[in-house]
T-cell receptor, first 115, second 111 residues
Framework: EPEVTQTPSHQVTQMGQEVILRCVPI?????FYWYRQILGQKVEFLVSFYNNEISEKSEIFDDQFSVERPDGSNFTLKIRSTKLEDSAMYFC?????????????FGSGTRLTVV | DAKTTQPNSMESNEEEPVHLPCNHSTISGTDYIHWYRQLPSQGPEYVIH???SNVNNRMASLAIAEDRKSSTLILHRATLRDAAVYYC????????????FGKGTRLHILP
């Protein structure tokens, strides 16, 4: 069964450093998403991406965050200057369509720890 | 956005059926009903979705009320591996949208 692959599975970084979280969505999917989950809390929407541009973003997704699809397969989330409160699980997801007719596939996540 | 209401937690015995309810009284005629689950320390996982008719797949069944104001996810024979948080989510069929997760139902399976 096709999978969404995320790397690394765990990243530790110092406060103020830049991090890039990587995702390989399912190959024929067109819609891509990043979510985050702070320990013990709900899964929160960050950003959706379609046709090489951001289609929607949440209030969490401020100027410190950016997304990119640098080639035909990778989808990345960059945090420019990490803060302690950015520590969370980050999940990538993809879908063939963004309407309810299709399910969404999520990756296993990257655990980001900012120290 | 249409909202869903789920119990915070439920318990079930292993190898017994589990019925997870979801109320969505303000559902629109163009909203699909989706269910996802999140196993401990893992990402959310698609379970099943439907519009009006009941649906079955290898993981579960989805029973949708005739008025579509509620639905029930049915796990026919729960295993310990089914212990997870289950999310009932509405997604429109006629426009692009993202998944918004609520708190879901935490399902505990008793051996």
């Amino acid at each position: 069964e096709p999978e969404v692959t995320q790397t690394p599975s765990h990243q530790v970084t110092q406060m103020g450093q830049e991090v890039i979280l990587r995702c390989v969505p399912i190959s024929n999917h067109l819609y891509f998403y990043w979510y985050r989950q702070i320990l013990g809390q709900k899964v929160e929407f960050l950003v959706s991406f379609y046709n090489n541009e951001i289609s929607e973003k949440s209030e969490i997704f401020d100027d410190q965050f950016s997304v990119e699809r640098p080639d035909g397969s990778n989808f990345t989330l960059k945090i420019r200057s990490t803060k302690l409160e950015d520590s969370a699980m980050y999940f990538c997801a993809s879908s063939g369509r963004a309407t309810g007719t299709y399910g969404y596939t999520f990756g296993s996540g990257t655990r980001l720890t900012v120290v | 956005d249409a909202k869903t209401t789920q119990p915070n937690s439920m318990e079930s015995n292993e190898e017994e059926p589990v019925h997870l309810p979801c109320n969505h009284s303000t559902i629109s005629g163009t909203d699909y009903i989706h269910w996802y689950r999140q196993l401990p320390s893992q990402g959310p996982e698609y379970v099943i979705h439907g519009l009006t008719s009941n649906v079955n797949n290898r993981m579960a069944s989805l029973a949708i009320a005739e008025d579509r104001k509620s639905s029930t996810l049915i796990l026919h024979r729960a295993t310990l591996r089914d212990a997870a948080v289950y999310y009932c989510i509405l997604i429109p069929m006629n426009r692009d949208d993202k998944i918004i997760f609520g708190k879901g139902t935490r399902l505990h399976i008793l051996p």
